[in-house]
């Protein structure tokens, strides 16, 4: 089993940066990828990155440019850096693994205001 915990939403203007971070626990060693989702309330689950080992990370056309991400392998935790932020980035954003029983996150919310 892996288990999946985000951190680092928040509430932020637009034009504002914040890091997400995706640590895992458990059978970490299954982990050979990892994907960013959001899902704002009301729309449906909306994929934004995913990383498999550590080669480059493949972004979502919409926020590529203002989206990274990125994973610290020793630290077991992944991170999506997301600057110049926009109101219709705001969401429920959470890591889920590509394979490895798919295991996700509860999620962080983030909010973005104009």
């Known amino acids: 089993q892996v288990q999946l915990v985000e951190s680092g939403g928040g509430s932020v203007q637009a034009g504002g940066s914040l890091r997400l971070s995706c640590q895992a626990s458990?059978?970490?060693?299954?982990?050979?990828?990892m994907a960013w989702y959001r899902q704002a309330p009301g729309q449906e689950r909306e994929w934004v990155a995913h990383q498999t080992g550590g080669g480059s990370p493949a972004i979502k056309d919409s926020v590529q440019g203002r989206f990274t991400m990125s994973r610290i392998s020793a630290r077991k935790t992944w991170y999506l850096q997301m600057n110049n932020l926009k109101p219709e980035d705001t969401a429920l954003y959470y890591c889920?693994?590509?394979?490895?029983?798919?295991?996700r996150g509860p999620g962080t919310q983030v909010t973005v205001t104009s």
């Open positions: 458990g059978r970490t060693d299954r982990i050979h990828a």
């Open positions: 889920q693994t590509i394979g490895a029983g798919g295991s």
